[in-house]
């Protein structure tokens, strides 16, 4: 079948005809660099990092871009308050992004532009809206005139008696303007803030217009798909498509693609309801490739549940599947399997992927589709007679692309498994708080416990494992000595 997507400005799925085969363009609403990113901006961009895999993997030649806005509001409160530079700030969060983003695994774009680089493209952008009569000047602002353009509200399917001003805190009502929608191309400068000159006098770009200027300068005035979470389809998107298309007089983007939430534990996350996790805060206690797998298990259109419980399931599900293909192969090595097989692009495993696939990217369905193939390759492994393993052998050769396509289960297997040990240790002496007991403490009683069974009595062995049961806390016996891990009771149910 032919690769379908869902189009967000007509609203139905529609068959990817690039404008310029085999070139596809991609622009993605990047991070507002003054804080940590959190996991909401994980989803997105693993989302389209996936998108962007599958377009190269599907033959395509895709140019990549993903901007980072850094000059804005937030960013000059923060530094302010930090009492540095909006660059050093802007710098500081920018490099956590890229460790952020290594650590899950989304390849850089081809291109990020940052806002303060490309002042000159958005005057002269700001100067053709200008001339064309779609913006007017307000005391040093100029303002973009939603009435001059009709069309205004088609992307977020808004009539404007349904629009409320102050959809984002980013739009403010002005009683300047002609419409309480306009929105604000250039702010004129204030004292203490960044600001550059213009025919308008010295200011800075407002938010809307910084993304149309930087995706045309580096994809043209015509590009292929633009991204970003559906928080931006009203107003920046909207705003977006109004101002560029006003310039230009030509579309703007072919299609627009919007994923989903996060909620955690199934409220919308918000600093407020103190739900709100930096990505650092959740690979600290995850690995980061058990959150990659678990963000796409859901449909990157659809909201996404963000709980312990599902991490932990992700953990285990990401767990079995590296210990079962270091089982295959050894397995392939023990039984001496001729080294490598190629991938087959005809077989069942590689053609139920790209059928997933190009159903909008269906990488949640991709995955589904695996639990039989690994399930059959866990069967196999366990033939003593080794008559299985070439079949074993190929399995493992048409999965190959598939996990690079997705950059899951990519890993060598006994360095995944390490570092997931590692990341479950941390999880379990993060529990421990909850359960007001130490790891020295538990230790402590299992040695006292050693001691008991040595001097034989039986009594004070079983109290003292009682009572780590009690606290949450199971032991685990086996020649080697006694382990611990958190009880099964006390982990949040699934």
Same mark, same amino acid.
């Given at each position: 079948?032919?690769?379908?997507?869902?189009?967000?400005?007509?609203?139905?799925?529609?068959?990817?005809?690039?404008?310029?085969?085999?070139?596809?363009?991609?622009?993605?609403?990047?991070?507002?660099?003054?804080?940590?990113?959190?996991?909401?901006?994980?989803?997105?961009?693993?989302?389209?990092?996936?998108?962007?895999?599958?377009?190269?993997?599907?033959?395509?030649?895709?140019?990549?871009? =993903?901007?980072?806005? #850094? !000059?804005?509001?937030? %960013?000059?409160?923060?530094?302010?308050?930090? $009492?540095?530079?909006? *660059? &050093?700030?802007?710098?500081?969060?920018?490099?956590?992004?890229?460790?952020?983003?290594?650590?899950?695994?989304?390849?850089?774009?081809?291109?990020?532009?940052?806002?303060?680089?490309?002042?000159?493209?958005?005057?002269?952008?700001?100067?053709?809206?200008?001339?064309?009569?779609?913006?007017? =000047?307000?005391?040093? #602002? !100029?303002?973009?005139? %939603?009435?001059?353009?009709?069309?205004?509200? $088609?992307?977020?399917? *808004? &009539?404007?008696?349904?629009?409320?001003?102050?959809?984002?805190?980013?739009?403010?009502?002005?009683?300047?303007?002609?419409?309480?929608?306009?929105?604000?191309?250039?702010?004129?400068?204030?004292?203490?803030?960044?600001?550059?000159?213009?025919?308008?006098?010295?200011?800075?770009?407002?938010?809307?217009?910084?993304?149309?200027?930087?995706?045309?300068?580096?994809?043209?005035?015509?590009?292929?798909?633009?991204?970003?979470?559906?928080?931006?389809?009203?107003?920046?998107?909207?705003?977006?498509?109004?101002?560029?298309?006003?310039?230009?007089?030509?579309?703007?983007?072919?299609?627009?693609?919007?994923?989903?939430?996060?909620?955690?534990?199934?409220?919308?996350?918000?600093?407020?309801?103190?739900?709100?996790?930096?990505?650092?805060?959740?690979?600290?206690?995850?690995?980061?490739?058990?959150?990659?797998?678990?963000?796409?298990?859901?449909?990157?259109?659809?909201?996404?549940?963000?709980?312990?419980?599902?991490?932990?399931?992700?953990?285990?599900?990401?767990?079995?599947?590296?210990?079962?293909?270091?089982?295959?192969?050894?397995?392939?090595?023990?039984?001496?399997?001729?080294?490598?097989?190629?991938?087959?692009?005809?077989?069942?495993?590689?053609?139920?992927?790209?059928?997933?696939?190009?159903?909008?990217?269906?990488?949640?369905?991709?995955?589904?589709?695996?639990?039989?193939?690994?399930?059959?390759?866990?069967?196999?492994?366990?033939?003593?007679?080794?008559?299985?393993?070439?079949?074993?052998?190929?399995?493992?050769?048409?999965?190959?692309?598939?996990?690079?396509?997705?950059?899951?289960?990519?890993?060598?297997?006994?360095?995944?498994?390490?570092?997931?040990?590692?990341?479950?240790?941390?999880?379990?002496?993060?529990?421990?708080?909850?359960?007001?007991?130490?790891?020295?403490?538990?230790?402590?009683?299992?040695?006292?416990?050693?001691?008991?069974?040595?001097?034989?009595?039986?009594?004070?062995?079983?109290?003292?494992?009682?009572?780590?049961?009690?606290?949450?806390?199971?032991?685990?016996?086996?020649?080697?000595?006694?382990?611990?891990?958190?009880?099964?009771?006390?982990?949040?149910?699934?």
């Amino acid at each position: 079948m032919a690769l379908v997507l869902y189009n967000s400005l007509t609203r139905q799925k529609e068959t990817f005809e690039p404008i310029d085969p085999p070139r596809v363009r991609v622009y993605v609403c990047g991070v507002t660099v003054y804080d940590f990113s959190h996991i909401g901006h994980a989803r997105a961009y693993i989302a389209f990092d996936v998108i962007v895999r599958y377009l190269r993997f599907s033959g395509f030649d895709v140019t990549y871009v =993903r901007n980072f806005t #850094d !000059v804005d509001d937030k %960013i000059i409160r923060r530094a302010n308050e930090q $009492g540095i530079s909006c *660059r &050093e700030l802007s710098e500081r969060f920018i490099a956590a992004y890229h460790e952020d983003m290594q650590a899950l695994k989304v390849l850089r774009a081809d291109v990020e532009p940052r806002v303060t680089d490309h002042i000159e493209p958005i005057v002269t952008l700001i100067d053709k809206i200008l001339e064309r009569g779609h913006a007017y =000047r307000v005391d040093g #602002d !100029v303002q973009f005139s %939603i009435d001059s353009f009709p069309p205004y509200g $088609g992307l977020a399917k *808004r &009539e404007m008696s349904q629009m409320q001003a102050g959809a984002s805190e980013r739009v403010e009502v002005d009683e300047r303007l002609r419409n309480p929608f306009d929105f604000v191309l250039w702010k004129s400068g204030k004292p203490g803030e960044p600001q550059w000159q213009s025919p308008w006098g010295p200011g800075r770009p407002g938010w809307h217009i910084e993304c149309s200027a930087m995706s045309m300068c580096h994809l043209g005035e015509t590009f292929d798909i633009h991204g970003g979470g559906k928080d931006l389809i009203f107003p920046h998107h909207e705003n977006e498509l109004a101002q560029s298309t006003a310039a230009t007089g030509e579309p703007y983007v072919k299609y627009w693609l919007h994923n989903g939430f996060v909620n955690i534990d199934n409220e919308k996350m918000s600093k407020s309801l103190g739900n709100f996790f930096t990505i650092r805060d959740v690979i600290e206690l995850f690995h980061p490739e058990v959150v990659r797998y678990f963000l796409m298990t859901t449909h990157y259109r659809k909201p996404i549940n963000y709980s312990d419980a599902n991490l932990l399931a992700a953990t285990r599900r990401v767990d079995w599947v590296y210990e079962l293909l270091l089982r295959a192969r050894r397995y392939v090595t023990k039984h001496r399997a001729d080294q490598p097989s190629e991938a087959n692009p005809d077989s069942s495993v590689l053609r139920e992927f790209r059928e997933a696939m190009d159903d909008d990217f269906n990488a949640a369905k991709a995955l589904g589709n695996l639990a039989p193939v690994f399930d059959r390759l866990s069967a196999l492994v366990e033939d003593k007679s080794g008559k299985p393993k070439d079949e074993v052998r190929q399995l493992l050769a048409d999965l190959r692309p598939i996990f690079e396509t997705l950059a899951i289960f990519d890993r060598e297997p006994d360095a995944f498994l390490a570092e997931s040990a590692e990341t479950r240790r941390r999880w379990s002496l993060h529990k421990l708080g909850e359960l007001g007991i130490t790891a020295s403490e538990i230790e402590d009683m299992i040695a006292q416990r050693a001691a008991a069974r040595k001097e034989r009595n039986w009594a004070r062995a079983d109290a003292i494992r009682d009572e780590l049961a009690e606290r949450g806390i199971e032991m685990m016996d086996s020649p080697g000595g006694t382990t611990w891990r958190v009880a099964s009771t006390h982990l949040p149910a699934e």
